[in-house]
């Protein structure tokens, strides 16, 4: 089993759509969460940190369950500019990162 | 401007032949990383460096050598002995903030081996 798993994906979505993503981990010494966005051969950018309170951005909130190990993605009215891949990243304390292989969203017109 | 740069872009070799690539950053980051992404697949962590002078393995730390004299600079060295060294590699850097590492990314080279 691998330490990071995400939604297989691809999720192809119309716009204005609401899409979720999901992502469990397996290290319960996990300290701290983000989700990326990498578009088609281009490095990763940083989307948000997750924190257990659930935080929002705009479209985008993101949301901790550390009993249940998991970390979701929500998109709010999806914008054709959200067509990318997304990238859950679990640290551990010591500050090692392990990537999940990420979900591909296509948003379509 | 701060960032990370990668140099080159697209590198080119042929087998049994060592290279390095090269990362350098001046967002005065501690911890610094290199990944590597295979065609459809996630990143996985090949080294990472809290500070100068320390060294963490990663995941898939077999084939590649580093150093980390300086703050600003982490170049990874490709071995002959990488068995499939054609990827795209990324290097990051990043600062703690209270247990949490948000990384920020070069732009990657692209190493093609034949």
């Known amino acids: 089993r691998k330490e990071v798993e995400q939604d297989p994906g691809p999720f192809n979505v119309p716009e204005g759509a609401t899409v979720a993503f999901n992502c469990t981990y397996s290290?319960?010494?996990?300290?701290?969460f983000f989700w990326y966005r990498q578009d088609c051969r281009k490095e990763p950018k940083l989307l948000m940190s997750?924190?257990?309170s659930g935080n929002e951005d705009g479209r985008f909130t993101a949301q901790l369950n550390r009993a249940s190990q998991y970390i979701s993605l929500l998109i709010r009215d999806s914008k054709l500019s959200d067509s990318a891949t997304y990238l859950c990243v679990v640290n551990t304390n010591a500050g090692k990162s392990t990537f999940g292989d990420g979900t591909t969203l296509t948003v379509k017109p | 401007d701060g960032g990370i740069t990668q140099s080159p872009k697209y590198l080119f070799r042929k087998e049994g032949q060592n290279v390095t690539l090269s990362c350098e950053q001046n967002?005065?980051?501690?911890?610094m990383y290199w990944y590597r992404q295979d065609p459809g697949q996630g990143l996985r962590l090949i080294y990472y460096s809290q500070i100068v002078n320390d060294f963490q393995k990663g995941d898939i730390a077999e084939g590649y050598s580093f150093s980390r004299e300086k703050k600003e600079s982490f170049p990874l060295t490709v071995t002959s002995a990488q068995k499939n060294p054609t990827a795209f590699y990324l290097c990051?850097?990043?600062?703690?903030?209270?247990?949490?590492?948000?990384?920020?990314f070069g732009p990657g080279t692209r190493l093609t081996v034949t």
């Open positions: 997750v924190y257990s």
């Open positions: 290290n319960s010494a996990s300290q701290s």
């Open positions: 990051a850097s990043s600062i703690r903030l209270g247990g949490s590492y948000e990384q920020y």
């Open positions: 967002l005065n980051h501690d911890a």
